[in-house]
């Protein structure tokens, strides 16, 4: 069985450029999320869609990111304009959805803004 | 707010050493409790998953408890090897929030 796959796998790019993560879930999990990981720290949730709706994107920064599920499968994460505070490692996961499920994530993508 | 704190955030020890790894959560009313893996520029590797009701699960060397009530979690991992070397990270699910990550331990295991 593939795991939550993330492309790509790094990105460098010039502040206030645009940049796209897409993430594809194992397949069956309707539960997706997007978390930031900051260097030392633990990851920290940015939306969760269960299917294609957003159900918790209270930590979405709404003015520069933004995100999308269609079709309810695969999701794409967009950053515009970019900041220098936005570098870090952006990872995607996914899950059956109700309690206790487990939580299996992707390799993520790791962000450096120049 | 949910809040998870992981001791040691570091840990050097020679092969062979068996290891515990210690996670505190704030908040008891928990639904269960993830020990995550994560190796230098990976993703996360799920290890164990306990739930509320669980005390303790167990996969090959590993074995994590939990005590719901007093919020702690412990990762015992016996017998280290140099390829456990990695960072690991306890997380927090308490129903209709994200989960809770603490910062790690970061372990290294000297052959």
């Known amino acids: 069985e593939a795991g939550v796959v993330q492309s790509p796998r790094y990105k460098i790019i010039e502040k206030k450029q645009p940049v796209a993560f897409w993430c594809n879930p194992i397949s069956g999990h309707n539960t997706l999320y997007w978390y930031r990981q900051n260097l030392g720290q633990g990851p920290e949730l940015l939306i969760r869609y269960e299917n294609e709706e957003a159900v918790d994107d209270s930590q979405l920064p709404k003015d520069r990111f933004s995100a999308e599920r269609l079709k309810g499968v695969d999701s794409t994460l967009k950053i515009q304009p970019a900041e220098l505070g936005d570098s870090a490692v952006y990872l995607c996961?996914?899950?059956?959805?109700?309690?206790?499920?487990?939580?299996?994530f992707g390799q993520g993508t790791r962000l450096t803004v120049v | 707010k949910q809040e998870v704190t992981q001791i040691p955030a570091a840990l050097s020890v020679p092969e062979g050493e068996n290891l515990v790894l210690n996670c505190s959560f704030t908040?008891?009313?928990?639904?269960?409790l993830q020990w995550f893996r994560q190796d230098p520029g990976k993703g996360l590797t799920s290890l164990l998953l306990i739930q509320s009701s669980q005390r303790e699960q167990t996969s090959g060397r590993l074995n994590a408890s939990l005590d719901k009530s007093s919020g702690r979690s412990t990762l015992y991992i016996a017998a280290s090897q140099p390829g456990d070397s990695a960072t690991y990270l306890c997380a927090v699910d308490s129903g209709n929030t994200p989960l809770v990550f603490g910062k790690g331990t970061r372990l290294s295991v000297i052959a």
């Open positions: 996961a996914s899950s059956y959805t109700g309690v206790n499920t487990e939580a299996f």
């Open positions: 908040d008891s009313a928990i639904y269960n």
